[in-house]
DNA sequence: CGCGACGTTGATTTGCCTCAACGATTGTGG
DNA sequence: CCACAATCGTTGAGGCAAATCAACGTCGCG
């Protein structure tokens, strides 16, 4: 049960919720293990799920028109991850989402969750603020990419997560970034 | 009462709630009108407010070590704005936010809002779900600035909100794309 | 009217990309 | 357990999209 308390302690750092509330919500979460490089979903899938990481390393991605891959999201332990445009809209999936490391989740679809919410009216409050604090980091991403180099933004983005220079492949994160391998390996190179 | 009516419809898109409930929540919301070119809120100040935008165009911007202003949002009718991050951290605000024409709003504060949970539940619903679509569509634009060169973001902006080529002025579309207005009005010559 | 804001155009510069080659490390099948 | 391939990161040379710098025309408004 180890994985759940991540989750707990996740969940009652924006919201009060009682032991009852708990135990009401603990089942719908389903525990997943996958390796390094699977793909928990695909380029037009519908992923109608969110995924709590419990540990490991995943990474969210786009291709675009000349097959070049572009990372939308990274999440390391304690984070959630998704392909929320899909999620959301239900239509097929424009985002890949793929383990980095051998990772350990907890996956709620998005049938389960609107059971949630009818269930457990709190967790409305709980998504309600995660995905505010998400719009508000996706918000000062988009303005840091408008203000700042990218030597800057690189510098900016291990401040903040030290562990993903350590974790994540360069090529990744210069491709969150939103510029080239070559540029990031030059850019810590001269730091 | 015609600006409450707009109001509604924008919350009854998202989701089902009664007369009496609609009747508890409206008079939380302040009419404000306020003149080109003035500012709602100025950067430092906190935020504490969302907006919704009845009549008019507004535009959030933060500015850079060198001056520079960046927009980060840009507000038509039926859309809402604010310095979500300032409003949900409580923090000085990073941004400003600034009428781009003559408007009449409609602002409700950190303060009403929480009231307006306890009062009226369904209305964390409500932006449980505003959040989630306008971080689908943060998730976009930064994808579409990976991706994407400068003229075809400006075409997909154009597609998606045409009046925004005619009533906001170039230099804040320009700022908003992450270009100089010099380049935007290269980029329309080309077009 | 006169000033400031806005948009345009040209000349030049630059940050980052593209293309290419090449070690180092990791993973895999025989 | 080794051999080989694939992945990952580095470095160099050259190119390009967009920035910078500068000048100027137009419009709206106090």
Redesign the interface.
Request: no cysteine; aromatic share 14%.
């Given at each position: 049960m180890n994985e759940h308390k991540l989750l707990i302690d996740n969940i009652r750092e924006k919201v009060n919720i009682s032991e009852e509330d708990i135990a009401k919500l603990i089942p719908y979460f389903k525990l997943k293990y996958i390796k390094k490089k699977k793909d928990l979903n695909r380029i037009g899938d519908n992923c109608n799920e969110l995924t709590f990481v419990v540990e490991g390393a995943l990474r969210s991605y786009?291709i675009?028109d000349k097959g070049?891959e572009?990372v939308?999201?990274i999440a390391l332990e304690e984070y959630w991850i998704g392909d929320?445009?899909s999620f959301?809209?239900g239509k097929p999936s424009?985002f890949a989402v793929e383990a980095i490391e051998d990772s350990k989740l907890l996956v709620i679809s998005a049938y389960d969750l609107d059971r949630i919410?009818l269930e457990v009216?709190i967790m409305?409050?709980f998504?309600?603020?995660l995905?505010?604090?998400?719009?508000?980091a996706?918000?000062?991403?988009?303005?840091s990419?408008?203000?700042?180099q990218a030597d800057l933004r690189y510098k900016t983005l291990i401040k903040t997560f030290p562990s993903i220079a350590e974790r994540i492949p360069l090529i990744h994160i210069a491709?969150y970034l939103?510029i080239t391998p070559e540029s990031l390996s030059r850019i810590r190179k001269n730091i």
């Open positions: 786009s675009d070049n572009h939308s999201q929320v445009f959301v809209t424009l919410y009216p409305e409050r998504f309600r603020k995905f505010e604090n998400a719009y508000v996706a918000t000062m991403r988009i303005n990419s408008n203000s700042d491709s939103g």
